[in-house]
């Protein structure tokens, strides 16, 4: 996005100066055809500062809006990626391949910019002189007036996305967030609990993030997969990084799970007590699957504060305590959370360089004058649903028109290498 953007926005003006993608990757793009399961979703219909997290949601506002929704749409359009939107709000190219998204930009990238890969860049030494920038790599040197950092977080870091980028920012003069942590990210359950005997159950539950003092800080209603190790599944993967920077806070925070959010604990406790008909198991079955009604009523019998009753119960001549711990084991379970899967298998990263290091009108260093970032190795990380992507876009888009916009020696930036580094971007 940086390399197109700022190559249209030079030609607008009559000008072609030299941009270099630099991949250190043997290939391009492998985040994007992994995403949204092999299919690119690549934005949402609405996208607001609030499905965001790390820098202040003002700071994420100001970047997003300089392209929104409808200017990504109309973007890829104009490559000839055509939407369509699924319920949920997602937007996947019509072909539900990833590969349509990454070949789109390659092509329009490749008009403006020469691409080179495996080009890992090693480090970055800043010339006082000139006031411009090497990099270096195994590949030899490459010396460039400006250099913008979109070498990404460090989520599955087999993809090329390693945290180098954070390192290359540090050797700069930039400070990253205090803590870097796994965002989107699985959540593991301690070695017996019955979750990870229900492996391969989907259904949608609501996650709720409660403080010490029993405050509500978070809640995510949304499909949710049991499996061997825990939970997965969009409401898992969203509440992960709250749950993870609060805890690290406080230890005493708790996440819950409502496995039937239709019911809170009131109304369920109520429902319980008018039934004079049914019995729990009955009553459950209307909101969860057979085995997960049966696994949640076991949990029931083994609370040590729930009196002896004859299974054929009906709800209603249930003592008190038992209907209190019922309604609460179904909508409101404690999860004994043992840590997450780790960036192995995160979709995103938390923390980064801080937006407040950056001047957010060209996402220029505000510590490095000439040195750039957008996408992920910015403080910001979105929930699930194609949010990373669009804060990909507009980060880009805004580096992109910032150094298209700043005249440059149209001298061609010279390489130092041994041998020329492969141009081969199939
Ligand atoms: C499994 C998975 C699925 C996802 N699905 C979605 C989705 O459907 N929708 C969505 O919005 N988001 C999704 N995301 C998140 C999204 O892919 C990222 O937020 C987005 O790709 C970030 O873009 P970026 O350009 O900042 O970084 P990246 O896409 O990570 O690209 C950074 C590139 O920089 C290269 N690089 C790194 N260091 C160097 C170096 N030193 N020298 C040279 N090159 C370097 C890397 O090889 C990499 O290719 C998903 C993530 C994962 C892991």
Same mark, same amino acid.
């Given at each position: 996005?940086?390399?197109?953007? #700022?190559?249209?926005? @030079?030609?607008?003006?009559?000008?072609?100066?030299?941009?270099?993608?630099?991949?250190?990757?043997?290939?391009? +793009?492998?985040?994007?055809?992994?995403?949204?399961?092999?299919?690119?979703?690549?934005?949402?219909? =609405?996208?607001?500062?609030?499905?965001?997290?790390?820098?202040?949601?003002?700071?994420?506002?100001?970047?997003?809006?300089?392209?929104? =929704?409808? #200017?990504?749409?109309?973007?890829?359009?104009?490559?000839?990626?055509? /939407?369509?939107?699924?319920?949920?709000?997602?937007?996947?190219?019509?072909?539900?391949?990833?590969?349509?998204?990454?070949? &789109?930009?390659?092509?329009?990238?490749?008009?403006?910019?020469?691409?080179?890969?495996?080009?890992?860049?090693?480090?970055?030494?800043?010339?006082?002189?000139?006031?411009?920038?090497?990099?270096?790599?195994?590949?030899?040197?490459?010396?460039?007036?400006?250099?913008?950092?979109?070498?990404?977080?460090?989520?599955?870091? !087999?993809?090329?996305? $390693? +945290?180098?980028?954070?390192? *290359?920012?540090?050797?700069?003069?930039?400070? *990253?967030?205090?803590?870097? /942590?796994?965002?989107?990210?699985?959540?593991? *359950?301690?070695?017996?609990?019955?979750?990870?005997?229900?492996?391969?159950?989907?259904?949608?539950? &609501?996650? %709720?993030?409660?403080?010490?003092?029993?405050?509500?800080? %978070?809640?995510?209603?949304?499909?949710?997969?049991?499996?061997?190790?825990?939970?997965?599944?969009?409401?898992?993967? $969203? =509440?992960?990084?709250?749950?993870? #920077? @609060?805890?690290?806070?406080?230890?005493?925070?708790?996440?819950?799970?409502?496995?039937?959010?239709?019911?809170?604990?009131?109304?369920?406790?109520?429902?319980?007590?008018? %039934?004079?008909?049914?019995?729990?198991?009955?009553?459950?079955?209307?909101?969860?699957?057979?085995?997960?009604?049966?696994?949640?009523?076991?949990?029931?019998?083994?609370?040590?504060?729930?009196?002896?009753?004859?299974?054929?119960?009906?709800?209603?001549?249930?003592?008190? !305590?038992?209907?209190?711990?019922?309604?609460?084991?179904?909508?409101?379970?404690?999860?004994?959370?043992?840590?997450?899967?780790?960036?192995?298998? @995160?979709?995103?990263?938390?923390?980064?360089?801080?937006?407040?290091?950056?001047?957010?009108?060209?996402? %220029?260093?505000? =510590?490095?004058?000439?040195?750039? /970032?957008?996408?992920?190795?910015?403080?910001?990380?979105?929930?699930?649903?194609?949010?990373?992507?669009?804060? &990909?876009?507009?980060?880009?888009?805004?580096?992109?028109?910032?150094?298209?916009?700043?005249?440059?020696?149209?001298?061609? @930036?010279?390489?130092?290498?041994?041998?020329?580094?492969?141009?081969?971007?199939?």
């Amino acid at each position: 996005m940086a390399g197109i953007w #700022a190559g249209r926005t @030079a030609a607008n003006q009559g000008r072609r100066p030299q941009i270099v993608l630099l991949e250190g990757s043997s290939k391009l +793009g492998r985040k994007i055809l992994i995403s949204g399961g092999g299919r690119c979703n690549l934005t949402h219909q =609405v996208v607001t500062p609030a499905d965001y997290a790390g820098s202040s949601r003002n700071a994420i506002k100001k970047v997003l809006k300089r392209f929104d =929704v409808p #200017a990504t749409v109309k973007f890829f359009n104009e490559l000839g990626v055509h /939407f369509k939107t699924e319920e949920t709000g997602k937007l996947f190219p019509t072909t539900d391949r990833a590969q349509t998204v990454l070949n &789109a930009l390659v092509r329009e990238a490749q008009t403006y910019a020469d691409i080179y890969h495996p080009c890992r860049v090693e480090s970055i030494v800043r010339c006082q002189s000139t006031g411009g920038f090497e990099l270096l790599g195994d590949w030899g040197s490459l010396r460039a007036r400006s250099v913008v950092l979109a070498t990404g977080g460090k989520s599955i870091p !087999k993809t090329g996305s $390693d +945290g180098h980028g954070f390192e *290359l920012a540090k050797s700069l003069g930039h400070s *990253l967030t205090p803590q870097l /942590f796994p965002a989107l990210v699985p959540l593991t *359950l301690t070695k017996d609990h019955f979750i990870r005997d229900l492996s391969g159950m989907t259904l949608v539950t &609501a996650l %709720e993030l409660w403080g010490p003092t029993g405050k509500r800080l %978070e809640r995510f209603e949304n499909s949710t997969l049991c499996t061997h190790f825990g939970l997965s599944g969009p409401a898992a993967l $969203d =509440v992960s990084r709250y749950y993870l #920077a @609060a805890v690290k806070d406080d230890p005493n925070v708790s996440l819950t799970i409502n496995w039937a959010p239709a019911w809170n604990e009131n109304s369920l406790g109520e429902q319980l007590r008018s %039934e004079s008909q049914r019995r729990p198991y009955a009553i459950l079955r209307e909101q969860v699957p057979d085995r997960l009604a049966k696994a949640l009523l076991d949990c029931w019998q083994a609370d040590p504060d729930v009196p002896p009753h004859a299974p054929e119960t009906v709800a209603c001549q249930l003592s008190k !305590k038992a209907i209190r711990s019922l309604a609460r084991i179904v909508t409101r379970m404690p999860l004994p959370i043992t840590g997450t899967r780790g960036f192995d298998f @995160a979709e995103a990263t938390a923390g980064g360089v801080p937006l407040q290091e950056i001047q957010l009108q060209r996402m %220029e260093s505000r =510590v490095c004058p000439g040195l750039h /970032f957008c996408g992920e190795i910015c403080d910001v990380d979105g929930r699930i649903g194609g949010f990373n992507f669009q804060w &990909a876009w507009a980060s880009g888009y805004v580096v992109g028109v910032a150094l298209g916009d700043s005249p440059v020696s149209s001298e061609r @930036a010279p390489f130092n290498s041994p041998q020329p580094p492969s141009l081969d971007v199939t």
